[in-house]
């Protein structure tokens, strides 16, 4: 041991699902791991709190068909994968002026159809883009320039089809459509090779008994090899390893997975710094806002819609059974979340119990939502995510992968960093 108190093969930053998806992978392949963590638990925006008897997911929940690593890994921790069914029942849509309960968002038909074609065009030029590099193909440079409201309108929808594109995308998006880049959209519906595929790739399953369980199973076979509570603050690489400092503590190793947020990298002093292009992208990539609620109703809501789109304090809201939950992508008070959740479900406050609320923009750590690109900042700033550097400190985490925005993309991008690592291996002599 040549620098550092405690000394590993490789260091990973982050028990979130790539950070443990790294080390899950490389532990199989005989590698000597350790995985630092700041916060007390596991899990980062995947994480489950008690409502009453049972646990919720106040972050991630759904995945799709086109999500092969997380529904792979879900079954191969012996989890069960069931239909969300939320698409099997008609939508409450509180659009300006009207809430309807029907199962096409309410609009007149000619409008419905300048919306639809103005997706089906954006869905045209989508599937031109390479999910894996989007920003090489010549198409996304002009998508890039627009926002996805402009460039919606710019194709036919009408002001009430705006409306209902911001109800049905803004909540997912945790940003109005207006502050979101026709390219990001355009990556996802390539990324899921379709645009129904993309629409329903963010409500089609979920784990029986919660996601949460995703990252715990994992922990549990990487047992004593975490350590919670152990924020990293610095890292330096130096010519035959790294060396990582949390508060007093050094830990030395031959490589390190950083696999934490964009906002929390920020914080971290990194030696030498990285590239140019990764520095700015740091500083000037941010998260959408989001808090989301879950509550257990005391007696089954009495209406027939399972899923809320569109509104305010909730922008989406949904129901499994008696567990309801709901995302705010605007500040508001908790009590006006548990009013707002009540009232979308046909129930009074009162019937609401064990009311769990996770602010993840005040999350230390976490710094928002997600990573969702502002016009101009795709083709910017994606490529410099994505170069893969061969050098000891690698990134991982959704940010860096081709599903920005979800529990796939952390898998992704955990296993790809592992086998990066296992494919250079004077990294790890
Ligand atoms: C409200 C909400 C709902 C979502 N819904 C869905 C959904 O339904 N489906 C879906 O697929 N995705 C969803 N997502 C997105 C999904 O949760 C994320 O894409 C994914 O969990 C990111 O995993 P990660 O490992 O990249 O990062 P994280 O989960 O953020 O993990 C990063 C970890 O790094 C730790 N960390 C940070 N700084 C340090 C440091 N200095 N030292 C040590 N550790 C540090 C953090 O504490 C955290 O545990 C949702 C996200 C949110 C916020």
Redesign the pocket.
């Known amino acids: 041991m040549s620098r550092g108190d405690h000394r590993s093969e490789v260091l990973v930053?982050?028990?979130?699902?790539?950070?443990l998806s790294a080390a899950d992978r490389l532990v199989r392949a005989g590698v000597q791991v350790r995985v630092?963590?700041?916060?007390s638990g596991?899990?980062?925006?995947?994480r489950g709190e008690w409502s009453g008897q049972r646990l919720v997911d106040v972050?991630?929940?759904?995945?799709g068909g086109p999500?092969r690593r997380?529904r792979a890994l879900i079954t191969a921790l012996g989890l069960r994968i069931q239909p969300a069914e939320l698409e099997r029942a008609p939508v409450l849509w509180r659009l300006p002026e009207r809430h309807r309960v029907t199962r096409l968002p309410p609009l007149p038909l000619p409008e419905l159809w300048h919306l639809g074609r103005a997706w089906w065009q954006l869905r045209r030029h989508a599937l031109k883009l390479d999910p894996d590099r989007p920003w090489d193909c010549p198409a996304a440079t002009g998508l890039d320039e627009a926002s996805l409201a402009d460039w919606l309108a710019s194709h036919g929808a009408t002001e009430r089809g705006l409306e209902v594109t911001e109800a049905l995308v803004g909540g997912f998006a945790t940003r109005p459509i207006g502050q979101v880049s026709a390219a990001h959209a355009a990556w996802w519906i390539t990324a899921a090779d379709g645009l129904l595929a993309a629409w329903r790739s963010?409500q089609q399953y979920v784990v029986d008994g919660g996601a949460h369980q995703i990252p715990h199973r994992l922990a549990d076979r990487l047992g004593d090899r975490i350590m919670t509570g152990?924020?990293?603050?610095t890292i330096t690489e130096h010519r035959d390893g790294v060396v990582l400092g949390t508060g007093e503590r050094q830990w030395a190793a031959d490589a390190a997975i950083l696999?934490?947020?964009l906002p929390?990298l920020r914080?971290?002093a990194i030696d030498p710094p990285p590239a140019p292009g990764l520095r700015e992208a740091i500083e000037q990539l941010s998260y959408g806002h989001?808090v989301?609620i879950a509550a257990t109703a005391r007696r089954t809501p009495p209406v027939a819609h399972r899923a809320v789109v569109g509104g305010q304090p909730l922008a989406i809201a949904w129901r499994h059974g008696r567990t309801l939950a709901g995302?705010a992508t605007t500040e508001a008070t908790g009590d006006a979340l548990s009013n707002d959740l009540a009232t979308a479900f046909g129930l009074a406050p009162d019937d609401l119990t064990g009311t769990a609320v996770t602010d993840?923009t005040h999350e230390p750590?976490?710094g928002g939502?997600?990573l969702v690109y502002a016009p101009g900042q795709l083709t910017g700033h994606a490529p410099a995510l994505h170069h893969s550097r061969p050098t000891r400190i690698r990134y991982a985490?959704?940010?860096f992968s081709s599903w920005l925005?979800?529990?796939?993309?952390?898998v992704q991008?955990?296993q790809a960093a592992a086998a990066d690592l296992l494919a250079a291996p004077r990294t790890l002599a």
Do not use: Q
């Open positions: 930053v982050g028990a979130g699902l790539a950070g630092l963590e700041a916060s596991v899990g980062g925006r995947v972050g991630a929940e759904f995945f999500h997380i963010g152990t924020p990293v603050t696999a934490i947020p929390a914080h971290m989001a989301k995302i993840w750590g976490i939502s997600y985490g959704a940010d925005n979800s529990m796939e993309g952390a991008s955990g």
